[in-house]
């Protein structure tokens, strides 16, 4: 308490710690220089602890001069202490030995006290269990009264009392009982209750047994009066659970026995959508009457309803629930998963109707936490229906994604197999034929796994070499020994089977099957967006409304798809480009075709401009229904400025080779001095030299017709601006010399 009260000398406000750290009583040196050094270094925490140390010593300085007279006389005033201290121990001791005398008597009183409220707790625990014991043998006396009274009355008279009085009588002993009950639990242990429990289990036993038969005979009869006061009577003796069981016993298990057939359900075509009709029928056939008197009716009037009854939640469904169980066991049996979705479909439409013969949200709320509801529920195996699924679709698809890129069925909007699979396969997962609520998330998982499974197979088949078929070859199945070496879409992969893929080349693919891989997977990027459409409803369906992550995912897997464009285009626009040159490097030939041979001054371009055109004519025109327009175009200028580059390159090459051979012969002529060295013709026209340059400036001509006439500008073509430059120089120079 004094280090509390304590107070410091207060120090700089830079300082790097609290003053009143030091005066905590769990204060710590090592945990104070660590806390201290995160926030300054050693140092300076040294130099603050210097610091305040000085502060510390002039303040107890600055105190010991302030007391010092104090200090110093202390001695002198302690002076003769003693013995004033040894006169008043004598006076002291007195008054202590009273006190204790005094304590004595007052602790006697006390427990005197103490001993007479015992007993009298004692004598009124006794009177009470005495009272609860007179209060028991009274009620038991009474009861038994009235049912000695009510025998002679039914003996004495055939018609006996009206059903309205005998309920009377029960709820005058229910009332009775329940007082009795109440009794005899506080007098649990007493050996006269023990003598008495033999007469309490009798008017049990035939308070439950009245109150039974009674009840069957209000069912039968349809007398609401006898119903209402039984069902008042077993409320009021607390036994409600045993009339509900009472009645899922006598009134709803032989109908559910006869109902519910196995051979019936099988033999006919929707015998399990009749047998659910018959059951529903009996809630308002045979429970109007108990739904009535408990208020589960519309209408129903307040002041007559018996509170506390659930018949349809605790009489009704669970002996629905045993009965399906016990008698139509194959009703759960997912083996055959069209089957099994067409009876869960079924049944969870017999679930909903069924909730609706609820009267009111309260009792839907019961039924749902009841555990015959949860059994039923549980007795749906749906992973195991999920997994036959998952293998239906899984196995399909990858037989699809195979090497042998087989074309898609007739009517398919896809070109190829595969991607007409992959589509069928999302549309599969959320048809209203697979599709279950509390799949869901597994389907939408399926969902995702198959738009990647297809993003890895487009990325393998944009890596194979393009084979040399022909068109119609290239439509052919042509089998491969190798399966797709990728991810599967199973859960437990293969192994240890065949050789390793990198032991195998990659199989081939031909230019028409590339040209369909990119048309399909353009067109499944564009269809992508539709699959949140159809998945929207089923989502809502089960309450799930974070649409944007749906979207957001689904846009996912549409960036991974258009991922792969680029390089099916670089792959296409190279393999357009290869055939185009294929022929366009035969202006290599045109050399050998005028020299020393006499031919006539060309006029028109040369046959092989035609030929390396025709790779893209075909584009234009035998993909222009499976190709949108911007991405054939695209393809073309690209194709045609890589072509044209290359061809560019060739011209100049033939160009600078036939001036290389006119300057040699020119001075071969200027050595010899000789006519019979002129390179002109025999005709006395135009040189072979000319005719050369004259025929690549027609055929380069007639090229850039042609690639407009294909719609493409030619000013977009790259090189093709200097090749025209080039030949156009060629051909002044021929014409020049001619002249």
């Not at 009272?131 to 009861?143: A, D, G, M």
């Not at 792969?564 to 296409?572: A, K, V």
Request: with cysteine; net charge neutral; proline share 4%.
């Amino acid at each position: 308490m004094e280090a509390k009260k304590m107070n410091l000398p207060r120090g700089p406000e830079n300082l790097c710690f609290d003053k009143d750290e030091f005066m905590k009583p769990d204060f710590d040196v090592d945990h104070f220089v660590s806390d201290c050094r995160k926030r300054v270094q050693l140092e300076e925490l040294r130099e603050d602890l210097e610091l305040y140390y000085k502060l510390l010593k002039t303040a107890m300085v600055e105190l010991i001069n302030k007391d010092y007279a104090d200090f110093v006389n202390l001695s002198t005033n302690l002076v003769g202490m003693d013995k004033a201290l040894n006169q008043l121990s004598v006076p002291l001791g007195q008054l202590r030995e009273e006190v204790m005398s005094l304590k004595s008597c007052v602790s006697e009183g006390i427990q005197a006290v103490d001993d007479r409220m015992t007993k009298q707790e004692d004598i009124r625990r006794k009177k009470m269990c005495v009272l609860r014991l007179i209060h028991v043998i009274q009620s038991v006396e009474k009861i038994e009264k009235i049912l000695h009274s009510q025998g002679t009355k039914e003996l004495s008279s055939l018609e006996g009392n009206s059903p309205l009085l005998t309920g009377q009588v029960l709820e005058r002993i229910a009332t009775e009982f329940n007082q009795l009950q109440f009794h005899a639990v506080q007098s649990k242990g007493t050996p006269l209750l023990d003598k008495v429990r033999p007469r309490i289990a009798g008017i049990t036993a035939m308070l439950q047994q009245s109150l039974e038969g009674l009840l069957l005979e209000g069912l039968q009869t349809s007398n609401v009066d006898i119903i209402r006061h039984c069902l008042r009577t077993y409320a009021t003796i607390d036994k409600t659970r045993d009339a509900e069981a009472l009645v899922g016993q006598v009134l709803v298990k032989p109908y559910i026995d006869e109902v519910i057939v196995e051979q019936y359900v099988q033999s006919h075509p929707n015998g399990l959508q009749a047998m659910y009709n018959k059951l529903l029928e009996f809630v308002p056939h045979h429970c109007r009457l108990l739904r009535e008197v408990t208020g589960g009716a519309i209408s129903s009037e307040k002041a007559d309803i018996v509170p506390g009854y659930d018949f349809l939640v605790n009489s009704v469904w669970p002996e629905i629930v045993h009965g399906l169980e016990e008698k139509l066991p194959s009703l759960f049996n997912p083996g055959n998963p069209d089957v099994f979705h067409e009876k869960y479909t079924t049944s969870m439409d017999f679930v909903r109707k069924f909730e609706r013969q609820c009267g009111s949200q309260a009792s839907v709320k019961r039924l749902r936490s009841h555990p015959s509801y949860h059994s039923f529920n549980n007795k749906w195996n749906l992973p195991v229906y999920f997994q036959i699924r998952f293998r239906e679709i899984a196995g399909a698809l990858e037989e699809a994604l195979s090497d042998t890129l087989e074309e898609a069925p007739a009517g398919s909007s896809y070109c190829l197999l595969a991607t007409h699979m992959v589509w069928m396969s999302l549309l599969k997962c959320w048809s209203d034929q697979m599709f279950l609520p509390l799949l869901a998330h597994r389907l939408w998982k399926l969902s995702l796994q198959i738009l990647a499974r297809y993003s890895v197979f487009i990325g393998e088949v944009s890596v194979r070499p393009i084979s040399c078929e022909n068109t119609k070859e290239s439509k052919k199945i042509v089998p491969v020994g190798r399966k797709e070496s990728s991810v599967s879409l199973n859960p437990v992969e293969d192994q240890g089977h065949g050789s390793s893929p990198e032991s195998q080349p990659l199989p081939s693919i031909s230019s028409t099957q590339l040209v369909c891989v990119a048309a399909d997977l353009d067109k499944l990027q564009d269809q992508i967006l539709d699959i949140l459409e159809m998945i929207k409803p089923k989502l809502e369906m089960i309450g799930f409304k974070n649409v944007s992550c749906i979207a957001g995912a689904l846009e996912d897997s549409k960036s991974s798809l258009s991922a792969c464009m680029p390089t099916l285009n670089n792959r296409i626009i190279q393999d357009l480009s290869e055939s185009s040159f294929a022929y366009l490097k035969s202006a290599l030939e045109v050399p050998r075709l005028y020299r020393r041979t006499n031919k006539e001054v060309p006029t028109k371009a040369s046959p092989y401009v035609d030929s390396a055109l025709k790779p893209f004519y075909r584009l234009q025109n035998e993909y222009k229904d499976i190709l949108k327009q911007p991405m054939i175009h695209q393809w073309l200028e690209s194709a045609l400025s890589e072509s044209t580059q290359k061809y560019y390159e060739t011209v100049s090459d033939v160009l600078s080779s036939v001036k290389k051979m006119e300057e040699s012969l020119k001075r071969l002529k200027q050595a010899r001095r000789t006519a019979a060295s002129n390179p002109v013709g025999t005709n006395g026209g135009m040189s072979d030299d000319n005719k050369i340059r004259l025929q690549l400036a027609l055929d380069v001509e007639y090229f850039g017709e042609q690639i407009r006439k294909m719609g493409v500008e030619t000013s977009s073509i790259k090189s093709f601006s200097a090749l025209t430059e080039l030949v156009l120089t060629a051909k002044d120079q021929a014409t020049a010399e001619q002249s």
